[in-house]
């Protein structure tokens, strides 16, 4: 049994060490230089023309709620809530 122990107890470790990566270093460059006269851009420069939006029909919606004047009850509970 304690042969069978140790077996075991030596793979798992094997197999932990041999899945570890390597480490990896990146370099980036320290400075790039760009040159924007030489880059050449070429086309026209003109407006779109006429730009239209078509109206849509706003669609209305009547209120399921029942219209309240007053609030005053709700308050005084909320307040009391909190004190």
Same mark, same amino acid.
């Given at each position: %049994? @304690?042969? *069978?122990? +140790?077996? %075991? =107890? *030596? =793979?798992?470790?094997?197999?932990? !060490? ?17 040159? !924007? ?5 070429? $086309?026209?420069? $003109? +407006?779109?023309?006429?730009? +239209?939006? +078509?109206?849509? =029909?706003? @669609?209305?919606?009547?209120? @399921? =709620? ?8 709700? %308050? ?8």
């Amino acid at each position: %049994m @304690k042969i *069978l122990f +140790s077996i %075991m =107890l *030596l =793979l798992s470790t094997a197999f932990v !060490f041999a899945q570890q990566k390597p480490n990896v270093r990146y370099e980036y460059k320290k400075f790039e230089k760009f040159d !924007f006269e030489e880059i050449g851009v070429e $086309g026209e420069a $003109g +407006s779109p023309g006429d730009i +239209s939006i +078509s109206p849509r =029909l706003r @669609k209305e919606f009547s209120n @399921k =709620l029942p219209e309240r004047k007053n609030f005053k009850k709700e %308050m005084n509970k909320a307040i009391e809530g909190i004190r």
